[in-house]
């Protein structure tokens, strides 16, 4: 056998196992599309991230909540700022009644 007919067989053992492969694939595609694959393996890395945020936040229950109510107090900042100038408007409303304020007055024995 000569080199082009060594040539010729390797190539042809070659293409039948791209074709092997390639009929193969064509099957597998046949039986489960590239959409259901795609959403198949979507899925599952989804499920896998919340497994682990899950664990995360078990070992972690401090700081997530710490997390939930800094988010809350953000997302409620207008109602909480108007809450707390009204409280404050009120107390600063409060004027001390100067008739009872006794700290002027001297005592019965130093009386002049």
């Known amino acids: ?3 082009f007919e060594t040539d010729r067989a390797n190539r042809k053992a070659a293409w039948s196992l791209f074709e092997g492969r390639l009929a193969q694939v ?8 590239i959409k259901d694959r795609i ?4 899925k599952d890395d989804a499920i896998a991230i919340a497994d682990e ?3 995360v936040a078990k070992d972690n229950k401090g700081l997530v909540a710490a997390t939930i109510a800094a ?7 207008g109602p909480l700022i ?6 404050m ?12 304020d006794d700290h002027d007055e001297y005592p019965e024995e130093q009386a002049p």
Do not use: I
């Not at 959403?39 to 979507?42: D, E, L, P, Y």
């Open 82 to 87: 108007a809450l707390a100038t009204t409280r």
């Open 71 to 77: 988010l809350l107090a953000w997302a409620f900042r």
């Open 89 to 100: 408007s009120r107390q600063s409303a409060v004027q001390p009644d100067p008739a009872n």
């Open 53 to 55: 945020a899950l664990a």
């Open 39 to 42: 959403a198949g393996k979507a």
């Open 1 to 3: 056998m000569s080199g």
């Open 26 to 33: 064509k099957a597998d595609l046949a039986a489960r599309g």
